[in-house]
């Protein structure tokens, strides 16, 4: 099969899954670069040094935010989500390869907006947008199927 082909097959598979995916409307409808001003307040650790890894810029972290809301999920399980997911992966601007926010990046991130008393009021106003725009978030769940070992029972009788 030509590039061309397999180009345009790929291009199908994604028009079909914008039509069901949710993340895309919601990535339309919010005006995520306003909420950079307030994310922009809070205190963030000082770099020791320019090596090591980046930080994740602060909009595509309070997305996360919002999908660990929406999706009901634990640090964990957001982390998995996001590294598994295409949706989530387009809902906030990453490519599969690109590097993803860890639970151990995730958790900070919120606790610092905690402290900083701003977590309740980009919440807030993301719910107004939504509001503003005649839709409302509903939180759901993804079903988590893992397998655990458990004990054999022995009956003795």
């Known amino acids: 099969m030509s590039n061309a082909a397999e180009f345009f097959r790929l291009d199908d598979r994604h028009r079909k899954l914008n ?38 810029d602060q909009v595509l972290m309070f997305k996360a935010l919002v999908l660990q809301y929406l ?3 634990s640090d964990d399980e957001l982390e998995y ?4 997911r295409f949706s989530f992966c387009r809902f906030l601007s990453l490519n599969p390869e690109d590097r993803t926010p860890d639970a151990k990046t995730i958790w900070p991130f919120r ?10 009021c980009l919440f807030m106003d993301f719910n107004f947008q939504l509001d503003a725009q005649g839709y409302k978030a509903q939180k759901g769940q993804i079903v988590d199927a893992s397998f655990i070992n458990a004990p054999k029972q022995r009956n003795s009788r």
């Open 81 to 84: 989500q996001i590294r598994d």
């Open 111 to 120: 606790e610092r907006l905690v402290k900083a008393g701003l977590m309740k």
């Open 19 to 56: 039509e069901r995916d949710p993340l895309v409307a919601l990535r339309k409808l919010i005006d995520w670069e306003g909420f950079r001003s307030n994310l922009n307040k809070t205190p963030t650790p000082p770099r020791k040094s320019n090596a090591g890894r980046r930080p994740f």
């Open 71 to 73: 999706y009901n999920l």
